[in-house]
């Protein structure tokens, strides 16, 4: 009866272990491909800023985000929001918010590269505040760097 018993609970114990990690995975996949997704869409929210809106090829490149370049933006965006930690789901919601708000500035109008520059400030913080919070939430040491630098053109 006591094998049995211990049977039961090692079973009982390897499950509740294997879900374990399984979450931790689905996390760590989430926050894995958010920050891949976030560095493309920002390239291509960079490259219609600053291009000129009178040529035909910023109107064909607007319309390809709009239609379908931000549609894994917006899938790794609610891949984390299903799987994430309650901190990382705020942080990646104020990515999202911020990283709307830049793509709609920059297809206003040509935006110079110090207006470039000023305008994706409100991202890049968010995106630290992102990375920081799934880097604590993956239990993860502290990291002290900028991901998208000062100097960029």
């Known amino acids: 009866m006591a094998g049995l018993v211990g049977i039961g609970v ?4 390897a499950s509740r272990a294997e879900s374990s ?26 490259a219609i800023a600053l291009a000129d809106p ?27 929001w299903l799987h994430g930690a309650a901190g990382v789901v ?10 709307t708000e830049l ?6 109008r ?3 590269v110090a207006e470039w520059n000023e305008a ?14 799934a880097r604590r939430g993956l239990e993860l040491p502290a990291v002290s760097v900028r991901f998208i630098v000062d100097a960029e053109i």
């Open 10 to 13: 090692g079973r009982l114990w």
């Open 21 to 46: 990690r399984w979450r931790r995975d689905q996390k760590t996949a989430s926050y894995q491909r958010l920050a891949e997704q976030f560095r493309i869409t920002y390239e291509t929210i960079r």
């Open 54 to 80: 009178k040529e035909s090829a910023t109107t064909d490149m607007v319309h390809e985000a709009r239609t379908s370049s931000f549609q894994p933006w917006d899938s790794a965006c609610t891949v984390v």
């Open 90 to 99: 705020e942080a990646t919601s104020d990515v999202d918010r911020a990283m």
């Open 103 to 108: 793509a709609a500035a920059a297809q206003e």
């Open 110 to 112: 040509m935006l110079t």
């Open 120 to 133: 994706r400030l409100p991202v890049r913080e968010a995106f630290e505040r992102f990375i920081h919070a």
